[in-house]
């Protein structure tokens, strides 16, 4: 990694070893768990979309995914949360290599409209399994347990995803920095060329594919573990969008867009609570300013205006 990516992880680390002793209650601690917990996701989200120009609009499936996996499994067939989450993450990565291939044939419209469709589908499903998933209303999700000890608190919560999300960072800097990232930065500029210098780009799509579907899957379960409960809505289209926001307006192809967008989104709505029905037409207005004036995001659009000196 470069020294100014060492040095932004640095920053990350000291900001979340210092975050839970400033906070004044528990409702902000809940609000800096969903933020770290939307970081982690839209993190592997921007691996896809920015850092390989493939676009998923169906993400939130893969959520879904890991979330019912961890409620499904414990509650219906007594499986040890750790092994239903694993199961959950193994299970998502088998459904997003074996889709795939076939998905990356297409471009453009076509390929948002077949990860569009994907996440659909995988919303219905658990919508309409009642029996299993408790249909629209949800269902609960047992607590998380390790080695005999059970994460109950906020604390508890908040040092596993602030150590998952450092973890992640640090992984995210690491890949996008070898062999494996510079081939995702090349099919990005042009598949055609990427194939002349011998880029299996085929191979690459599904792999960030699959890794990304991973990271999905994983916090969806830890999400459903965090909250005890999991419903419908995790895994729909309009969260989907929301993730998909995240990437863009943090910046596309920039790991500390992505923490930076993940916080602001995750934020906002609270933020804008206060308006009393209005809050959607400001968080809309606000959306559509950033794009007028920061089309790259906030990340790669001040890091190019600093560092040039203007």
């Not at 959520?63 to 067939?77: Q, R, T």
């Not at 694993?86 to 088998?94: F, I």
């Not at 029996?131 to 608190?153: I, K, Y």
């Not at 598949?191 to 085929?202: C, I, K, L, P, Y």
Request: proline share 4%.
């Amino acid at each position: 990694m470069h020294k100014r990516a060492y040095t932004g992880l640095y920053i990350v680390i000291a900001v979340l070893a210092v975050l839970p002793f400033v906070l004044p209650n528990s409702f902000y601690v809940d609000l800096a768990i969903r933020m770290a917990i939307n970081a982690i996701i839209v993190l592997g989200l921007n691996l896809l979309i920015g850092f390989a120009g493939q676009i998923s609009l169906g993400h939130a499936g893969f959520l879904g995914i890991g979330a019912y996996a961890s409620a499904v499994l414990p509650s219906h067939f007594g499986w040890n949360p750790v092994l239903a989450m694993l199961a959950g993450a193994l299970a998502t990565g088998a459904l997003a290599a074996l889709v795939a291939r076939p998905i990356f044939k297409l471009k453009g419209n076509y390929l948002a409209m077949a990860t569009l469709g994907l996440g659909i589908i995988i919303n219905i499903t658990v919508r309409n399994e009642a029996q299993w998933t408790g249909g629209p209303d949800g269902m609960p999700v047992p607590a998380f347990g390790l080695f005999g000890f059970e994460l109950t608190s906020d604390k508890h919560w908040y040092w596993v995803v602030a150590a998952l999300l450092t973890v992640s960072v640090w992984a995210s800097l690491n890949l996008i920095d070898s062999p494996f990232g510079r081939a995702l930065r090349a099919l990005h500029g042009s598949e055609v060329a990427s194939r002349v210098v011998g880029v299996d780009v085929v191979r690459y799509k599904v792999a960030i594919f699959v890794l990304s579907a991973v990271f999905a899957s994983l916090m969806g379960s830890i999400t459903a573990h965090y909250v005890g409960f999991v419903t419908p809505n995790l895994a729909d289209f309009f969260h989907s969008i929301e993730l998909v926001t995240m990437v863009v307006i943090g910046g596309m192809a920039s790991v500390y867009g992505s923490l930076i967008g993940a916080v602001l989104l995750t934020a906002l709505p609270q933020a804008l609570a206060t308006f009393e029905g209005w809050e959607t037409v400001a968080f809309g207005a606000i959306l559509m300013v950033c794009m007028i004036f920061l089309p790259k995001g906030l990340v790669p659009t001040l890091a190019a205006k600093f560092g040039k000196g203007d």
